[in-house]
């Protein structure tokens, strides 16, 4: 007796700007689109949809938010086989504004904790996020649920190889600043005004060595409590804070 196919849940890819350029690459190609609006920022889309041979549905915008798990979609989201992942190579060819700041996940496997560093990344002005193609959770259907809106906003990268990675981005201009429980070095002593890239580790063993070793600076957030440690999402929400705050306020940590 045959085993029943596992279904998957749709994903979905929301906003004007991140549709588009889904609809553009059409690559994973797209199964549907679905808008709740009909004015000219969305003709082009229409468009674009017809010439693809893109089936395009009009929902009422509170059905349209169901859909989508947000309702951070601006009236359109189109239905797709894989997510869109943005090309880090032509981030990287775009140089250090393209990438300043960067979140960086080794590993991650709970989409819990990706979606919830998603969210903040966006929240705090990240330039993207960038995570391993293998052993690592990827942008799914629950992820962009608990990213609120997010993955619309926000550039995800994958790499093949992300110590390799990790090397190119030095290249280009970022300093690696991995969270680390052993780091010599309070967040709050560093000066994060510089361009870079936050590296935060996976949910149990923090840091793959070889990462660990790519990193320009290992700093550890200190805390006064009787807990010793953050989860990966609030580790990673705490350090986003602190790179927004000197940012904002024009001066750097003191040394």
């Known amino acids: 007796m045959k085993s029943k196919p596992r279904l998957t849940e749709p994903l979905w890819v929301a906003g004007i700007h991140p ?8 690559q994973p190609p797209p199964l549907e689109l679905v808008t709740c609006r009909g004015d000219a ?37 189109l239905r797709v086989g894989d997510f869109p992942y943005a090309d880090l190579a032509a981030a990287l060819a775009r140089g250090v504004p393209a990438l300043d700041p960067l979140v960086v996940l080794d590993c991650l496997h709970d989409p819990q904790n990706l979606g919830a560093i998603l969210r903040s990344a966006c929240f705090f002005g990240a330039a993207g996020a960038l995570i391993p193609k293998d052993r690592s959770a990827a942008v799914t259907a629950a992820v962009i649920k608990i990213a609120a809106g997010a993955t619309a906003e926000l550039p995800v990268f994958r790499a093949t190889n992300l110590a390799r990675t990790l090397d190119d981005l030095k290249a280009a201009g970022l300093w690696v600043v991995g969270l680390d429980l052993e780091g010599t070095q309070s967040l709050y002593d560093l000066d994060l005004t ?13 840091l793959r060595r070889l990462i660990r070793e790519r990193c320009d600076l290992l700093a550890n957030i200190p805390g006064s409590g009787k807990i010793q440690s953050l989860n990966a999402a609030n580790a990673a929400a705490a350090a986003l804070a602190e790179i927004m705050r000197q940012r904002r306020s024009g001066l750097a940590a003191r040394p």
């Open 19 to 26: 549709v588009a350029a889904a609809l553009e690459a059409n």
């Open 41 to 77: 920022r969305v003709q082009p889309l229409l468009e674009l949809a017809a010439r693809r041979r893109v089936p395009v549905r009009q929902l009422p915008q509170d059905a349209l938010s169901r859909l989508c798990g947000s309702d951070h979609h601006q009236g359109v989201a």
């Open 194 to 206: 510089m361009p870079l890239a936050l590296v935060v580790g996976n949910e149990q063993q923090g």
